[in-house]
């Protein structure tokens, strides 16, 4: 009985590899070419939310592929170093802008400047 089973257990082992692996002239699982990213983020304007949101990275054997997440992190990460950048700019002229509508008149003059002009 023992060594029935055992026969049946190579059988099937042996059926299921070469189900898997393809014996004969027509594979079962055919090679493929992976996945290659085709970059969803727009070039001429910048990455918004929606663009994130449908953003799908290809998968490789082991999870995603290393070099499509580096580029579009890369990508991702030079845009906000830009708005950060921006809106740093936008405040300083927004406060400067207040600083002087707030200010009485004189207040921003150099000392020993002629207030008579």
Do not use: H, K, N, W
């Not at 936008?90 to 008579?116: C, F, I, K, M, N």
């Amino acid at each position: 009985m023992f060594l029935f089973l055992l026969i049946a257990m190579v059988v099937v082992v042996a059926a299921v590899t070469l189900a898997v692996v393809g014996g004969g002239d027509r594979a079962v699982l055919p090679e493929t070419a992976p996945e290659q990213l085709v970059d969803p983020l727009p070039a001429t304007r910048p990455v918004g939310r929606a663009d994130i949101d449908s953003l799908r990275l290809p998968v490789a054997a082991r999870g995603y592929r290393m070099a499509d997440v580096d580029d579009v992190l890369s990508r991702l990460g030079a845009e906000l170093a830009e708005r950060d950048a921006r809106i740093a700019e936008l405040e300083s002229a927004l406060a400067g802008a207040q600083a002087t509508a707030v200010s009485p008149p004189g207040l921003l003059r150099e000392p020993g400047e002629d207030t008579d002009r």
